[in-house]
């Protein structure tokens, strides 16, 4: 979590970092600060607590500058206010410091190294800060070297970006487990969390790995490890387009990414099948994938429960039994694997540390990989054996949409290579193609249904503070994510439950008004759940019935058109987004910021 940004020898210092703020806010928006410096070696520091618009409230005219280095906070240590906002400061003021991560062993140095230093904040970062400071001024060593010996006794994960405001032509970078990316520009450099916050100034960029230490000048990029052996790294032209960051004529970036989604699915048959309708899978994921016993599906939030969407037809075209792994468990405690494993990240951003603390072990034991992912260059692309991109262009809104539909569609192009690959008639026997096509224009429709979704959610959903979403197999799995994203931007507490469990104990908790939305696609065991709809309206719940037509009633409220079950999760899913970005609305939330919330959780 957390956005760095840093540029050096440019004049428009203070408007890159402020900019490149603005495109790091999803990563956490709870407070922000810039340190700008000029060549005159005057110096200012801006800290608000907030978003990135109320440091800029707070900058002034005089903050200009030709290098200097910002942040913007989702806070770990310590609550969210000016004191624990960065960048920090050493005990003289001399180093100034932005850091994205979580330092372990920051009270074991403290007590070690600062017990007489005075804190503003409580933060794990200052505490690295006056580290260095402290080997610098007391122990005589040069920035260089104290840093370096900072990083042999911090433990944990970061990105650093340090200066010292006596010599302010260098920022000094460094980084463990969490992200960070060098921006080349013409006699300017940058040093930021992501390409995205960058591709204004530049499109060229130099990957850091971890335990790499890099001094950036204005005209100069020096790796080293933390030995101090130089590495060469070559530079790579990033093709991102600015016009795929921006909201267009949408009023929210979540609006403008639920609309998106039959784009996405079109774009991916481009992408994954060829004219003749045949796969268009590289072959060796193919090949890795057939020659595993098991899958393990590795993911957190949205990705994790695309997984659960995924597995019915992972497992039906392969033939291969799915395990779904939550990331923030399997880094901690593997369960006993088949003979034969093969792992699957999905990660809208690449960048989630749960999920790469599990891909860090997975590598360990050597076993096959591959990340499905929305951000190419990402952490977690870099490290698996292989990389499908989603392809669904950059997803801003906290809340994902479009990469939980694009990661389903994703997976189901390696579902059918692999059964084909395997001769199984159920692979031959799904047109992938058409049915894609089929659910782009399932979603085109539901789409145009949001006026009235509107008025179901104004009648049902404005007041209460808890809700149900129910179903039974594949819309069980997709009444998780419809409650996870109802959570996530509305703030009403939401249980998606298995629809025939509700009445083991949960039922108790309905009572009259308590929303409880019900989806059906699946003619097996629709008969069943409404009954469960019967037993909660018994009991007094306002329901929403979404009902896929094959399975609907004239009384139902949303219809949602007929897809192949294989790919239901993708098209029920679409009026629960509209329910949750409805819902939000209407209460006159940020539906792209949420509180509490960051895109990209490069914490563990
Ligand atoms: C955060 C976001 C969620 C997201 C999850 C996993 O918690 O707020 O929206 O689903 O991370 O992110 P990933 O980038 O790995 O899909």
Not at 79 to 108: D, M, Q, W, Y
Not at 418 to 438: P, T
């Amino acid at each position: 979590m957390c956005g760095i940004v840093g540029v050096i020898g440019n004049r428009n210092a203070t408007d890159i970092l402020m900019q490149g703020l603005e495109k790091l806010e999803y990563r956490g928006y709870d407070s922000a600060g810039i340190f700008v410096t000029n060549e005159a070696g005057k110096s200012k520091l801006v800290k608000s607590v907030g978003r990135i618009e109320d440091l800029r409230d707070k900058l002034g005219i005089d903050v200009s500058g030709t290098a200097g280095i910002g942040h913007t906070r989702w806070a770990t240590h310590g609550k969210p206010s000016v004191e624990n906002a960065h960048p920090h400061t050493s005990a003289s003021e001399r180093f100034v410091l932005v850091h994205n991560g979580v330092i372990e062993n920051f009270r074991e140095i403290q007590a070690e190294y600062l017990s007489t230093d005075d804190f503003k904040g409580q933060t794990d970062t200052e505490i690295a800060v006056h580290l260095i400071g402290k080997f610098v001024e007391e122990d005589g060593l040069s920035v260089l070297e104290a840093f370096k010996k900072a990083l042999s006794i911090i433990e944990g994960s970061y990105a650093f970006a340090l200066m010292d405001t006596e010599n302010p032509d260098m920022i000094y970078v460094a980084k463990n487990k969490s992200p960070l990316l060098i921006g080349l520009g013409e006699g300017y450099n940058m040093v930021c969390s992501d390409a995205m916050a960058m591709i204004r100034e530049t499109s060229e960029f130099m990957e850091i790995h971890d335990k790499e230490l890099v001094l950036v000048t204005k005209d100069n990029i020096a790796i080293t490890d933390y030995q101090g052996n130089p590495i060469n790294r070559a530079s790579y032209t990033a093709e991102l387009d600015l016009s795929d960051i921006g909201k267009g004529t949408y009023p929210f970036y979540m609006l403008k990414e639920i609309d998106e989604q039959p784009t996405v699915m079109r774009k991916l048959i481009t992408t994954y099948a060829n004219e003749d309708g045949s796969m268009k899978v590289a072959p060796e994921i193919v090949k890795a994938v057939q020659e595993a016993d098991r899958i393990y599906v590795i993911a957190a939030g949205t990705s994790y429960n695309a997984g659960f969407g995924a597995k019915m037809m992972l497992e039906a075209l392969t033939q291969t039994p799915v395990e779904l792994g939550v990331a923030s468990e399997w880094g901690y405690g593997m369960p006993l694997l088949s003979k034969k494993p093969f792992f699957i990240f999905l990660s809208q951003s690449g960048e989630t540390a749960d999920s790469r603390q599990v891909l860090v072990k997975v590598n360990e034991l050597g076993l096959p990989s591959l990340t499905v992912t929305n951000v190419p260059g990402s952490t977690l692309s870099r490290e698996a054996t292989y990389t499908m991109l989603i392809g669904a262009g950059p997803e801003i809104a906290v809340a994902s949409t479009k990469a939980y539909t694009g990661q389903i569609a994703t997976l189901a192009f390696l579902a059918k290579a692999v059964g084909e690959a395997d001769g199984l008639q159920a692979a031959y026997d799904f047109d992938l193609v058409k049915e894609l096509s089929l659910v782009a224009q399932s979603i085109e429709a539901t789409l145009s249904e949001k006026e009235m979704i509107a008025e179901l959610v104004k009648k049902l959903l404005l007041e209460t503070r808890n809700a149900f979403y129910i179903g039974r197999k594949q819309d069980y799995f997709v009444s998780m994510e419809a409650s996870l994203k109802l959570k996530e931007i509305s703030y009403v507490q939401c249980e998606g439950f298995a629809a025939g469990e509700l009445k083991h104990g949960t039922i108790s908790l309905i009572e009259k008004g308590v929303p409880v939305i019900a989806l059906l696609s699946d003619p097996t065991v629709a008969a069943h759940t409404r009954g469960n709809i019967m037993e909660v309206v018994a009991r007094g719940a306002s329901t929403i019935v979404i009902a896929e037509e094959s399975v609907s009633k004239p009384e139902d409220d949303i219809i949602v058109s007929n897809v192949h079950p294989y790919l239901s999760a993708i098209s029920m899913v679409i009026p629960t987004q509209i329910i949750a970005y409805e819902t939000s609305m209407q209460r006159g939330l940020d539906v792209d910021k949420p509180r509490n919330l960051a895109k990209a959780v490069t914490v563990e």
